[in-house]
Nanobody, 123 residues
Framework: QVQLVESGGGLVQAGGSLRLSCAAS????????MGWYRQTPGNQRELVAT???????NYADSVKGRFTISRDNFKNTVYLQMNSLKPEDTAVYSC?????????????????WGQGTQVTVSS
């Protein structure tokens, strides 16, 4: 089983910054893509940013120029640097990863989600 744990969330005033981290652990053979998503009560989960193993990135239009996603392949960790935060950025942020795992001697694909970390931006 591959597990992801987020950290770095908290309360910040508008215009401030936060840096989220997500570390994957388990019998990981490789991780292909990693990403950050966010969700508020009653709304669908929204893709914030993704990054491939090679470093190709994709951002939601709402965060372009403000957020930066990065990863450390050796640490199996993905980061999200959030600058110029706005109240509308308030949400539970979750990380995601897909790749290959070793399960009882078998190589299998996986797709895992973290528990999420709360980001609250006050005005």
């Amino acid at each position: 089983q591959v597990q992801l744990v987020e950290s770095g969330g908290g309360l910040v005033q508008a215009g401030g910054s936060l840096r989220l981290s997500c570390a994957a652990s388990g019998s990981i053979l490789s991780i292909n893509a990693m990403g950050w998503y966010r969700q508020t009560p009653g709304n669908q989960r929204e893709l914030v940013a993704t990054i491939t193993r090679s470093g190709s990135t994709n951002y939601a239009d709402s965060v372009k120029g403000r957020f930066t996603i990065s990863r450390d392949n050796f640490k199996n960790t993905v980061y999200l640097q959030m600058n110029s935060l706005k109240p509308e950025d308030t949400a539970v942020y979750s990380c995601n990863a897909d790749g290959r795992t070793l399960d009882s001697g078998n190589i299998r694909p996986f797709r895992s989600w973290g528990q999420g970390t709360q980001v609250t931006v006050s005005s």
